[in-house]
């Protein structure tokens, strides 16, 4: 009885031994962490399904680099901008008027205005219009005025002067003429009520009409007569 109830070692040897090889050879399988592929964005460059390397000359899409906008010729500012109804059999009809200022900052400056169903083809007009009526600004070495205007037109008046060191002193449209024309150490006063600020940048462009050059053989002679 003893002997057959005694528990055997025969069978569950080989037992041992199968699940021993069949684990080895599921981790052999298995594929390892460090042998799995890489998150998207974090492919090399040669791995299938990788992102193709963007052109030197490319944007975002793959497409050409756009080229930089050239700069346009005349700085521009619009001084007033309005809308026209005009009441017509057919209904009422809209359009827009347009007010700007143009110049280089170098001694040119125009006021124009223009009209047109919107308002881009309105400051189209407008810029060309300021541009036939440009004039050019005499200035001194320090870019201010050589001497004191003061010009009316309609019913709007401005007292310009020389002023150094104090840069510009305006308001206004009449601001933007002076700065769109290049001139500091200024002091612009409007003299006048008067709102309307196309009438106060055509006034402004009338008195800078009227700057003389200074004349430095005048000066010199001067400089004679006394020293004699």
Known sequence: ?????????????????????????????APSTTDRAPRFGSRAPGSRGARPPRAGGSDRRGGPKREPRAKPEFDQK???????TRVSSGGRR???????VAGDKKGKVGVGTGKGGDTALAVEKAAKNAKKNMITVSTTKSHSIPHEVFAKFSSARVHMMPAPGKGVVAGSS???VIDLAGIKDITAKIRSGSKNKLNNARVAIEALKQLKKARPSSHRSNATNTAK
Do not use: G, H, Y
């Open 1 to 29: 009885m003893t002997e057959n109830n005694q528990p055997t070692n025969t069978e569950e040897t080989p037992i041992v031994a199968d699940t021993a090889s069949v684990a080895s050879s599921a981790a052999s399988v």
């Open 78 to 84: 619009i001084i007033d901008i309005r809308r026209v």
């Open 94 to 100: 809209f359009s827009f008027a347009v007010s700007l």
């Open 174 to 176: 009449v601001r933007d």
